[in-house]
Every structure is written in structure tokens, then in C-alpha cells.
């Protein structure tokens, strides 16, 4: 589809969006650094310079689209990963502004969508650049890989929004494959979401005294509060361990999981409450969740199938597999990483033992099913020879 006006170009769209993006990361960086100097201002302006206070305002707009921090020299790699849904609306509101008055073509969105992802992502590298220091600091290099991440979501949200999905051929030797693995990953992502609400619904009484002695006026509390509801993306990967078998690190040497929890004091976060205290008895009937969802897709899998060849059974089969494996090491990595020095560097899911529960608990209905349906065909056709013998 051509654009309705022939005097616009793709190259007529790259200054206004350059603009546009300039325009949305500056009201992005003003509005996220209000509350750090807020808060310096209220309260704990004896804590440092109005300097540094500043410094780390700025970094408040990198930090938010979920850049890994250095306070004092302590990493911090676990974020609530929620804030990033701000930039991901300012910037999408940015594209939109565009895209709403062009019709598209490949040349037209890659001229909107190049120059916001690239000018968004050079101011997160310039701020991480310019405003870090010994005090709070975050890698450029970091910052302008996951701000273009980010501001690729914003831009391609924007673009479904206003055209619609896009038509992939996808080929038929994966197209099942993968829409079995998407689905088996949404399926097991509902679980987690239900699972570590509930556990935090079971233990909310603690959760309240642990935001009670790290907040004391109302305000503070909110924000606690606020902080802690944005953690839910790294719950919901803590979920997803939990359901296929390792459970999260609690530190270096420590685990919780819902069969085996060995755990040393943990910091004062109210998030942290949905961790399981003791081992859950039976426990070990959660990995049935994954199991027989497993299952029920790979009968669907091959009911879609079985007329097919079998290559194209196996190479759908592979794909499922690839798909859910990829996906429970992005949200493994996504919940993972640091939370404070020294024990503490080691928190959250592990990638290798959480590919391992793929393995043990979602792989082996697949591994039966390209088993069992050699075999399967082999008897049916030695029937059919017996038949034309007959």
C-alpha cells in the first residue's frame, strides 16, 4: 500500500520523527527525574549534593527502561521491570503522531522507526556516559542495547496499532512448531502470574511489615508499594521457574523452590514475600502444570501432523522445543542477576538449571511423540501390505 499523498516521501518522514523522538525522550527524562529530586528535596538532601542528586535524576530515564545499576559499587541487576511500560508509552505516542497521517510501506515505517530507536538510544548512552559517577552509575553500553530493545517495542506497538499485524509467511516445516511453543509458554505464563499472586496473597501480612519498617510517612509507603507491584514482571519469571522444577537462587549456595528451600536471611523487600519460607509439601505436583501441558500440545501437534511427512513432524516438534527453551532462558535472564553484593550477587532463576527443567518436565511428551510415531507408521503400513497380500 502507497502513501495517499505522492509528495510524501520515507526521506520527507526522517526529520519530523527525529524531532518527535527528541521531543518524547526530553519529556521522558524531565518526568522521571521529578521524583529523585523530589525526594532528595523532602528528605535526604543531607545525603549528598544537589550535584548528585541531579547526576542521578537523569539516569532515572536509562534506569527505568530497566538498565542494570552500580550504587556505590554495588550491582543491581533485578528491577521492577514495569516502569519500562513509560517509555514504551511516550514513545509510542511519538510514532504514532506519525503513522497515523502516512499509509505504510517497508521504506516509510524504517524511516519513522530508525530515528526514534536511534535517538532514544543515544540519549540513554550519552546520559549513562555523562551522569554516571562513584556514587550511581550504569554502563552506556548497557543502557543503549536495552533503550533500543525498549523503544523497538514502542515503535513496533505503534505500528501494529495503527495498521494492524503484519502477514509472515511463515514456512510450513516450523509455522506449528512455533505456534505450539508460543502457546505453551502463554499457557505456563498465566500459571506463574496466578502462582506468585497467590503466594503473595497467602503472605501479604508479612509483606506489609516488611514495607512498614522501610517506609515510615504514607508517601513512602506508596511508593514502596508502587516499587513493589512493578517487580511483577520478575515475578512472573520467578513463577516460571518454580512451575518447571529449580525454583530461584536466594544467594550463593541458597535456594526456594516449592520441593527444596535453603535460604539464608533475605533483604527487606516486600516482593521478597512470595517466596516460599518452608518446602511446600507435594510440592513436586506442580510440575505437573508444565507436563501435561506438554502433552496436551504435543497430541494437538500431532493430530495437526500425523498425514504429514516426517520431516515436517520432526522439524515442527524441534521447533516447539527451540521455542519454549528460548523463552524460559529470556525470562530466566530477564528475573536474574544481582540484588547486593557478596551473597547476594546471585538471585533469582538460573538459565541452565531452568532449561534443564524444560528438558525434564515440557520435552519429553515431544521426545515420546517423535518415538513413538516411526513406529507408529511402520505398523501401519506392514497393515496395509498385509492387506494388499491378502
Known amino acids: ?17 527525529v524531532i518527535a523522538a527528541i521531543w518524547a525522550a526530553a519529556f521522558g ?39 542494570p545499576v552500580l550504587v556505590t559499587g554495588v550491582a543491581i541487576d533485578i528491577l521492577p521491570l514495569l516502569t519500562a511500560l513509560f517509555p514504551i508509552f ?16 517497508r521504506n516509510v515505517i524504517a524511516a519513522i522507526a530508525i530515528p526514534i ?17 562513584d556514587v550511581i552509575a550504569i554502563s552506556p553500553v548497557q543502557a543503549a542495547v536495552i533503550a533500543a530493545v525498549v ?28 505456534r505450539v511453543g508460543l502457546l505453551i509458554a502463554a499457557v505456563l505464563t498465566v500459571a506463574a502470574t496466578i502462582l506468585v499472586l497467590f503466594r503473595l496473597g497467602q503472605n501479604i501480612s508479612s509483606a506489609v511489615s516488611v ?21 511483577l514482571p520478575v515475578a512472573i519469571s520467578w513463577g516460571f521457574a518454580w512451575l518447571l522444577g529449580p ?15 535453603d535460604q539464608a536471611a533475605l533483604p527487606a523487600l516486600p516482593w521478597l514475600a512470595a517466596l516460599p519460607a518452608t518446602a ?47 523463552i524460559a532462558i529470556g525470562l530466566a535472564l530477564l528475573g536474574g542477576g544481582s540484588i547486593g553484593p557478596g551473597r547476594l550477587a546471585v538471585f533469582g532463576p538460573q538459565w541452565l538449571p531452568v532449561m534443564g527443567g524444560v528438558f525434564v518436565t515440557i520435552a519429553p511428551a515431544f521426545v515420546l511423540l517423535l518415538v513413538l510415531e516411526p513406529i507408529r507408521r511402520w505398523i501401519v503400513t506392514r497393515q496395509k501390505r498385509k492387506r494388499l497380500d491378502a
Open 1 to 17: 500500500m502507497e502513501s495517499t499523498d505522492p509528495a510524501v516521501s520515507a526521506k520527507d518522514l526522517i526529520t519530523p520523527a
Open 29 to 67: 527524562v524531565v518526568i522521571a527525574s521529578l521524583p529523585v529530586l523530589l525526594i532528595w528535596t523532602l528528605g535526604a538532601s543531607g545525603a549528598g549534593s544537589l550535584a548528585v542528586a541531579v547526576k542521578a535524576s537523569l539516569l532515572a530515564w536509562p534506569i527505568s527502561h530497566g538498565a
Open 90 to 105: 511516550i514513545l509510542r505516542r511519538a510514532a504514532m503522531r506519525i503513522f497515523k497521517i502516512i499509509e505504510p510501506t
Open 117 to 133: 530507536i536511534s535517538v532514544n538510544t543515544l540519549i540513554c548512552f550519552g546520559l549513562g556516559w555523562l551522569a554516571s559517577d
Open 151 to 178: 523503544s523497538a517495542i514502542a515503535v513496533g506497538w505503534a505500528a501494529v496499532s495503527a495498521y494492524g499485524l503484519p502477514k509472515l509467511q511463515v514456512p510450513v516445516t516450523i509455522k506449528l512448531g512455533l
Open 211 to 231: 514495607a512498614a519498617s522501610i517506609a515510615d510517612t504514607r508517601t513512602e509507603k506508596v511508593l514502596v508499594w508502587l516499587l513493589t507491584f512493578g517487580y
Open 247 to 261: 525454583g530461584v537462587a536466594t544467594g550463593v549456595d541458597t535456594a526456594s523452590s516449592f520441593a527444596v528451600v
Open 280 to 326: 511446600v509439601e507435594n510440592g513436586w505436583y506442580l510440575l505437573l502444570i508444565p507436563a501435561i501441558t506438554a502433552a496436551f500440545f504435543a497430541l494437538l501437534l500431532w493430530w495437526s501432523l500425523h498425514n504429514e511427512s516426517y520431516r515436517v513432524l520432526f522439524t515442527n516438534t524441534l521447533t516447539a522445543i527451540a521455542t519454549i527453551t528460548a
